[in-house]
């Protein structure tokens, strides 16, 4: 696919979007775009590609024999076909609530656990200038610096004066050299090349779009470690050479952004990258972002290691999400939690509560709190961050309150303060 930058990509006037939620299985998902076969053919071949690209253990999308679809652990927007395309609610959203994607992508946002897929792009709307962008942003950022010690550079023919002879020199100059030498044609790898030049332009574009001031920052180096390099408003996809294949996925995301994809993911006319997320260390990570905010930073260790007892003459260790302190000392654990049994009989899992006993007794505190997501099946949304305490578990002296939390609503206004706002104040309560 090669086309102008200033150009919008067409997309087919039948492009469909399946909508599954997350745990959840779904009857009839099919599209009237493509046969039944062939569409759980492309679910099969997507989970493949996810369950690679996001590096799980087992593939995320199953089909059942009745014809069911499940999926489990991961969230985001994909492409399936040139006329499908599949989207994965977490279990913590609503799909109903217009809203969601907002909510999805301050969590992406937060967390930083998901992946871009500049090869699979879907439908977008135009938007404000925000999440999208941040998100496409930052992951630039993170593919550059983990590339940049493989310099992308290319072979040049330049004009220079020296004594050594290194290229082919002018006869003229051997006759009457220079003051700095003989002047000839070399052949060089040079950095100031047409990848590089769209991946910097791709990256100051970005700039008038980001809000976030650290994010700008990290673009603005990003900007400084490739310079000099011309200015590109206009770019073509292309196959990088084999030694640059390492640079192609960040080259087809700046080439993207030169082209100008919308800024959300509400199905318009527009194209953008997909995005999939693996949703239990999302989770985890904000609750951990969540209490550094409500909690204050001091009062707490994130992803501690603690030693429980030995085997084979070497420590045996657990790691709690996250220990809370006072002075130093901890006084209590906090973990976040993904699956419960939420039925009629709602119940921790037995599995967390034998982990957290272990984690209470390496720590030497009494009491802990489990955070899971709320899900979004059970009810209504409350006030985000509103913390629910289903069940308390206690053995001996030992006390493990188990809590949901409400999700839905972290994108609206001062929604984050208020969800860690809420988070803390319920996991102080949790562990008097």
């Known amino acids: ?103 999805f992508f301050v969590l992406a946002l937060l967390s930083q656990t998901g992946r871009i897929l500049p090869a699979e792009q879907i439908r977008a709307g135009n938007g404000e200038r925000g999440d999208l962008a941040t998100l496409v942003a930052r992951t630039m950022v993170q593919m550059y610096w983990e590339l940049h010690r493989r310099p992308l550079r290319t072979y040049r023919r330049r004009q220079v004066e ?118 239990w260390p999302t989770w985890q990570t904000l609750c951990e972002t969540a209490l550094r905010t409500g909690l204050g930073g001091a009062n707490m260790q994130g992803s501690p290691v603690y030693v429980l007892g030995s085997r084979h003459s070497t420590d045996f260790r657990v790691y709690p999400d996250v220990v809370v302190t006072a002075n130093g000392v901890p006084t209590g654990v906090v973990d976040a939690k993904y699956r419960t049994h939420l039925g009629r009989n709602e119940s921790v899992d037995n599995g967390d509560v034998y982990e957290t006993l272990a984690f209470l007794r390496a720590t030497g505190t009494t009491r802990a709190a489990l955070l899971y997501p709320r899900p979004a099946h059970t009810g209504p949304a409350l006030p985000v961050g509103t913390c629910e305490t289903f069940e308390t578990v206690t053995v001996g002296k030992e006390r493990i309150a188990g809590i949901t939390v409400e999700c839905r609503g972290i994108s609206k206004t001062n929604g984050f303060n208020d969800f860690a706002k809420r988070v803390g104040a319920a996991v102080s309560t949790a562990l008097l």
Do not use: C
């Open 1 to 103: 696919m090669t086309e102008a930058a200033g150009d919008v990509q067409p997309i087919p006037s039948s492009t469909d979007r399946i909508s599954l939620r997350e745990e959840r299985t779904t009857f009839g998902a099919r599209s009237n775009a493509i046969t039944e076969e062939r569409f759980r053919e492309e679910l099969m071949r997507s989970s493949d590609r996810l369950g690679s690209t996001l590096r799980l253990k087992q593939n995320p999308i199953a089909v059942t024999t009745h014809g069911g679809v499940r999926v489990e652990g991961i969230a985001g927007i994909v492409r399936l076909t040139d006329v499908l395309e599949l989207q994965i609610v977490p279990k913590f959203l609503d799909e109903e609530d217009p809203s969601w994607q907002d909510d």
């Open 162 to 279: 020296r004594f050594a002879y290194d290229g082919d020199v002018d006869p003229i100059s051997l006759v009457l050299p220079e003051p700095d030498g003989f002047t000839q044609t070399v052949t060089v790898l040079a950095r100031d090349n047409d990848p590089n030049a769209v991946i910097a332009s791709a990256a100051g574009a970005l700039l008038t779009e980001v809000a976030d001031g650290e994010t700008r920052q990290q673009l603005s180096r990003l900007i400084q470690s490739l310079a000099p390099q011309r200015s590109i408003a206009r770019a073509s996809s292309r196959k990088l050479p084999a030694r640059q294949r390492s640079w192609q996925t960040l080259y087809d995301l700046s080439v993207q952004v030169l082209n100008g994809f919308g800024l959300t993911y509400k199905a318009e006319h527009l194209l953008a990258p997909g995005y999939v997320m693996r949703t």
